[in-house]
């Protein structure tokens, strides 16, 4: 079965950084892109960014809105994915959500910046 | 960017009526697109990949079709656990893009 474990989320200042993490299981962790969507109280949902595979040199893609301040990262040995958020803004507050391709999804992790 | 648009953004629904929501590209897609379904205070689910296949452990009543720029997302005959909102979601391009989503509740 495929799990999907966010971590890493809490209040933090504007202008401030936080590092979300999330911990794969149930699947070859190394052969999947994986994706990061968020969604701000009461709205939809935005995709964040993207993490390729070692086969694309593990590519990244971005959001505008996070390009330059996000970035993410992964580590295959520990099957995990990360996300590390500088500069973060009030409008960065939300449930972050870590995704296998954008098909299975963990149960979120809440972020707010705030002072 | 691509833009995707949904419509209705809300509509209101009988157990046992059969809803159809659609969903635009502002440019062609081939069939880069899933559909969502979330309910409050939870992860959303995948529904639809690639346009019209179903995902593993998804009702039958459930299906979508459509390719290019038009794709609708269709229930057969609404349960009370299909109350909630789904979205479509491009795959496409970069930047991937959601739809505003649609809101299915009780008439």
């Known amino acids: 079965e495929v799990q999907l474990v966010e971590s890493g989320g809490g209040l933090v200042q504007p202008g401030g950084s936080l590092r979300l993490s999330c911990a794969a299981s149930?699947?070859?962790?190394?052969?999947?892109?994986m994706d990061w969507v968020r969604q701000a109280p009461g709205k939809g949902l935005e995709w964040v960014g993207r993490s390729g595979i070692k086969a694309n040199r593990y590519t990244t893609e971005y959001a505008a809105s996070v390009k330059g301040r996000f970035t993410i990262s992964r580590d295959d040995s520990y099957n995990s994915l990360y996300l590390q958020m500088n500069s973060l803004k009030t409008e960065d507050t939300a449930v972050y959500y870590c995704?296998?391709?954008?098909?299975?999804w963990g149960q979120g992790t809440q972020v707010t910046v705030s002072s | 960017d691509i833009q995707m648009t949904q419509s209705p953004s809300s509509l209101s629904a009988s157990v046992g009526d059969r809803v159809t929501i659609t969903c635009r590209a502002s440019?062609?897609?081939?069939?880069?697109l899933g559909w969502y379904q979330q309910k409050p205070g939870k992860a959303p689910k995948r529904l639809i990949y690639a346009a019209s296949s179903l995902e593993s452990g998804v009702p039958s009543r459930f299906s979508g079709s459509g390719s290019g720029t038009e794709f609708t997302l269709t229930i057969s005959s609404l349960q009370p656990e299909d109350f909630a909102t789904y979205y479509c979601l491009q795959f496409h391009t970069y930047p991937f893009t959601f739809g505003p989503g649609t809101k299915v509740d009780i008439k």
């Open positions: 149930g699947f070859t962790f190394n052969d999947y892109y």
């Open positions: 995704t296998r391709g954008v098909g299975n």
């Open positions: 440019q062609g897609i081939t069939n880069d």
